[in-house]
DNA sequence: TGCTTGTCGAGACTGCTAGTCTTGTCAAGC
DNA sequence: GCTTGACAAGACTAGCAGTCTCGACAAGCA
């Protein structure tokens, strides 16, 4: 996440997308207040209002939900939250900051994908989830957007980053599983294979040219196994799963 | 190219990238002095300025090459190029068109693949020259600059459409080559290929997070052939250059 | 109870940029 | 010489991110 931890004015860390609902925010802020050099004082004055934190994020996905490109204003978030400006730059560092936390905040946390033993049907499954999630109206023009910000915001630049690389991770595990299984070949380059399917994904998503839908994704996924697979795999029976 | 045409204020036409410096716009012009209908007056008054339409190009690409992400404003074009923002505004419909002109201008006109007579050399040459042509510095921060722009100025976004269909073009019937030719499945999903290919690429080539050398090139373009190839291929003598 | 501190909503303000409009000048045809 | 339209220069408008200011308010502390 990367809202402003209170008092030491920093992110409250890397992991935008994956810690998203823990809020180890508070339990920080209590460290800090009992632990810290005899410089720190106890904490005085008004409480933040969590409840405004949370009508921003909604206002934000709200928003962020029906522009479907339209660039999404801090006035208007602060506008519809009912909230004063400050008050969102108080709890996060810039726009898109923002605007990913509110998308991280509600998609689905668990971006690990499934085991079922078998990596073809892994794979399937992975990428058709993926592409699926791009399908929902609310989150693909939620996600343009962000991609879009993204663009000219160097911080939500990075918290993009972060974003794709904890999905590129989750996807390198799957695979890695596989190939400990042996189906896929010793040598197989996972990074690429990887970026073959988000990039791919990425690249229909942003130009809307072809289809992103799960009888792609199942070609795309058997294609990448066929490709891939170890030689001893290779013409074993029911193993050659060549796409019509 | 999206350059205005004189007297009409439309564009002269949507093939951005594909027909550079044919500069059909005087054709256009001549045609529409003496075949309009009776409500159409010669041209009277000052001539455009060409040299002031190159020298707005060549300023915007300097900038371009320059910048490394940080936007180039149209102020700064008009000053480089020692010309009033009017005149700017003359030429192209925004700024990004601009952006877009000079990035093609200059860009190898030729955009068709090798024809080797061999599939997997023709696809290795391909991928490999798109992957070099972002590694110059100044193509690799000026495209960086106009893909920024692109997620923010629709008009452009509209150009970059065109500018990436036209690449796309022209590797499917790279691919299209082969297939005739026996060495890819008759029912290979060309478009997916092609996808992959620039999914990576542009994947790889925003994000940063792997390298686009020649290597993964190669290593790209061979499990694409080895994936999608034809039947009759598989097993063949030679044919399984399964890369390092 | 009153003081201090820090958050709150509201909104003015700064700085930046795309795109338009204005002005006076200049070149080309009639 | 007159008309027309391009020209350089730059003022102007509109939109937006991010900062600053203000008076109100809530919480801890003495």
Known sequence: MSRTDPRTGSGAGAGAGADARD??????RGASASEQGPSARPHTGRRRNEAAQQAILDAALRLLADSDGTPVTVDAIARTAGVGKQTVYRWWPSKGA???DA????????VSGPDTGALRSDLRAFVATTFAAAQRGTTAS???????????DPHLAELMQTFTATRRTALRDLLARGRERGELAADADLDLI????YGVFWYRFLLGHAPLDGTVAEHLADTLVNANRAPQEVGRAG??????
Chains 1, 2 share one sequence.
């Open 194 to 197: 990887v970026d073959q399917v």
């Open 239 to 244: 193993t050659d799963h060549r796409p019509r």
């Open 23 to 28: 809020d180890s925010r508070e339990a920080s």
């Open 142 to 152: 939620a996600l343009r957007t962000v991609v879009r910000e993204a663009a000219r």
């Open 103 to 110: 998308l991280t905040d509600r998609a689905d946390q668990d």
């Open 98 to 100: 923002v605007l990913l």
